[in-house]
């Protein structure tokens, strides 16, 4: 009968260290508590995590209308080059998706930007666009070890699935962020401001004033967007 177990993660990783041969042979034994790992050169004992582990099936998106299919070395290296000029507390990217094309994009706050194209496979709608976090997509594109790797997209709000193409033995799930472009303002009610509407532009605004001239009031409806 299968057994399921919940390993500490501390305990993995010092499996993995110590296991540093992949022919060697190791004997696996547990108890309700405990399990213990020998090896020719070594015994590792560890406590297991009580309880029962999440269903990880029902987080992993399921089909995907938006298909890419991709270089895994080069897009690792057009994430990288991008994650430079990305902002520092959040590190988005926007990826845009066309027929053989996908353009990744990022700024931050000094008003640099990065934008560039990279030839792929795309099966989906033109035009479409969805945010990340590029550390979280570098993670899962270091990871996997296929020469290609396909990533399927639901729409912009929900999570994608990564595979490399060829290997089943790992699905990868990156919640997406939300990017937004504002290009104006209407502010009704908020602190000091009755009725303002304001057009922002592509890249640095300023709002100046005296102390009392509500600029924080612009601040916070922003921050609640």
């Not at 022919?23 to 050169?41: K, M, N, Q, Y």
């Amino acid at each position: 009968e299968p057994s399921s177990l919940i390993v500490p993660r501390k305990a993995v990783l010092e499996l993995a260290r110590l296991a540093n041969s992949a022919d060697d042979t190791v004997e696996l034994a547990f108890s309700t508590s405990h399990f213990r790992v020998a090896g020719p050169t070594f015994v590792f004992t560890s406590v297991l995590i009580d309880g029962r582990f999440p269903d990880y099936e029902r987080v992993v998106p399921q089909g995907g209308d938006h298909v890419v299919r991709a270089d895994r070395k080069r897009l690792r290296e057009v994430l990288l080059r991008a994650s430079i000029l990305s902002s520092e507390q959040y590190r988005g990217v926007r990826l845009r998706l066309s027929q053989g094309q996908i353009d990744v994009m990022a700024n931050n706050a000094e008003q640099e930007e990065a934008q560039e194209s990279l030839e792929v496979e795309f099966v989906g709608q033109d035009g479409f666009e969805i945010g990340f976090n590029v550390s979280y997509l570098l993670d899962v594109l270091a990871t996997i070890e296929t020469e290609m790797v396909e990533l399927r997209f639901g729409d912009s709000n929900r999570s994608a699935l990564i595979l490399g193409v060829g290997d089943d033995a790992g699905r990868y799930v990156v919640m997406p962020m939300r990017l937004y472009v504002i290009n104006s303002l209407h502010i009704h009610h908020v602190r000091g401001l009755e009725e303002t509407s304001l057009s922002l532009g592509p890249s640095l605004n300023l709002w100046v004033g005296d102390n009392g001239a509500a600029k924080t009031s612009v601040l916070e409806s922003v921050s609640i967007l």
